[in-house]
């Protein structure tokens, strides 16, 4: 059996090892955020060995600590491969190793709570925003692509001026990491491109770097070279509660430019590479898709024998 004490630096080592694979910029600080909150427990707890019954507890102690369910399961999976690790290295041997995988911490089952704006909720949003100060200009210019591109607010962030570029005759966003490291481009919708060129030319005295969105203080100075992922979210709950009178997160607006564009008539396989999703199984959920067996698609192939 591995103590703590033993078990301890090789942890630490490991963190480095697993996080520095991953190519996403987002998935490291995710993984390492993970590890290390588990280190600091593990190694606090005192346990006499790194097993199922450690894994099992630290669990226990983040659903007891009002973590989401949800958390909770990506935690686990995080912590499967750093045990991958460490059976390689021998720090832990086998039957540990296959203990600890035969732990299970599922989902809750049913969906998750999802919200959708209406095409005139999103005007509403738009056009109720002040136009008084640079942030203003700014947090409009974020709305218009989270709505309007569906990004992610990790690629929002990471966005530089030299990925707004043209091509087949219109204003595209190039080279968008997203998860699993898959680029993508995505075309950018006149009225979205008018909000972002109004904050590209209001702000261009004041940019501190490469980055297109930047943090400004109180006073209208910069801050930040790049918005954080936190700042983003913070800015579209706080107008959307102003606005609309109720909140509404980054990816609710994702959602909400897929389903208004799918409903416009998008295909759905334009609608899945804008998003950057692996599966269109997942581009079916975003858009509340249930199978419709009165209208069966086979039913529109008008055939006579």
């Known amino acids: 059996m591995e ?3 033993e078990t301890a630096p090789a942890l630490r080592e490991m963190v480095n090892s697993v996080t520095n694979r991953l190519q996403n ?25 790194l097993d199922a019954a450690a894994v099992r507890e630290y669990l226990l102690y983040l659903e007891n600590s009002g973590k989401a369910r949800g958390t909770i399961a990506t935690t686990l999976s995080v912590l499967r ?11 832990i041997n086998e039957k540990t190793y296959r203990d600890l995988l035969e732990i299970r911490f599922r989902r809750p089952r049913g969906q998750r709570l999802r919200t959708w704006l209406t095409l005139v909720e999103v005007q509403e949003l738009l056009q109720g925003l002040p136009r008084d100060r640079i942030q203003d200009v700014r947090d409009r210019a974020i709305l218009a692509l989270l709505a309007g591109c569906g990004l992610r607010r990790f690629e929002l962030c990471g966005l530089r001026l030299e990925q707004l570029q043209e091509a087949q005759g219109r204003s595209v966003i190039a080279d968008i990491h997203g998860k699993g490291d898959r680029q993508r481009t995505v075309a950018v919708p006149a009225w979205a491109g008018k909000c972002l060129e109004e904050w590209i030319a209001d702000s261009a005295e ?20 790049r918005i954080t992922p936190q700042g983003v979210r913070d800015i579209v709950a706080r107008r959307s509660r102003d606005i609309l009178g109720k909140q509404v997160l980054p990816h609710d607006l994702r959602r909400t430019y897929a389903q208004l564009a799918y409903k416009a008539g ?6 899945q590479l804008s998003l950057g999703h692996s599966s269109i199984r997942t581009t079916e959920i975003y858009l509340g898709l249930d199978q419709d067996f009165a209208n069966a698609p086979g039913d529109l192939l008008e055939i006579s024998l």
């Open 3 to 5: 103590t703590a004490r």
């Open 25 to 49: 910029q987002n998935s490291r600080q995710s993984y390492r955020s993970a590890l290390e909150k588990f280190l600091a427990w593990y190694s606090a707890a005192g346990h006499a060995a």
């Open 81 to 91: 491969q750093l045990f991958k690790d460490l059976r390689r290295l021998g720090t």
């Open 206 to 225: 004041l940019r501190p770097g490469a980055f297109i969105f930047f943090s400004i203080r109180r006073n209208g100075t910069p801050g930040s070279a």
């Open 266 to 271: 998008a295909d759905l396989r334009q609608v």
